[in-house]
């Protein structure tokens, strides 16, 4: 009995913020396989894109069941992450490419991966807030 208290105390709980930012997260990797066609781009891309994509699904779920730190850290590099090749590749364009231009696509791309970081600030800054009728120290 004393091995379930402990593990039920270690456990992070859970915001609206923390779910819509798992769910945004597959959204987010789904959006980004779904622009980047694999055959019709070079082979480099599409491991980028699939990586991502199969990066951005696991993070998503993780965060979605555990909401620990790791899933979280990985969640916000990979938006990040995302965030600048998608402006670099509509901006510059890729490696040996033409330059690209802004797109529907792109833009919603964008705002994913910046939303998505902005949620988690406003988890963490939620789950820091004691509870109603705990003591501050309390877990």
Not at 14 to 20: A, E, G, L, Q
Not at 84 to 102: E, N, Y
Request: proline share 6%.
């Amino acid at each position: 009995m004393a091995g379930t208290d402990v593990r039920l105390l270690g456990r992070q709980r859970h915001t609206p913020c923390s779910r819509v930012a798992a769910v945004l997260t597959v959204a987010l990797a789904a959006t980004v396989g779904a622009v980047h066609p694999t055959g019709a781009v070079t082979p480099w891309v599409g491991v980028l894109v699939g990586a991502v994509v199969i990066a951005g699904a696991l993070a998503g779920a993780k965060l979605w069941r555990d909401n620990c730190f790791e899933s979280r850290l990985v969640v916000v590099v990979l938006a990040l992450s995302t965030a600048t090749c998608q402006t670099l590749a509509s901006t510059v364009g890729a490696p040996g490419g033409h330059a690209a231009h802004w797109r529907a696509t792109a833009v919603l791309v964008v705002a994913l991966a910046v939303a998505i970081p902005l949620l988690l600030i406003g988890d963490t800054r939620l789950r820091a807030r004691p509870r109603k009728g705990e003591p501050p120290y309390a877990l």
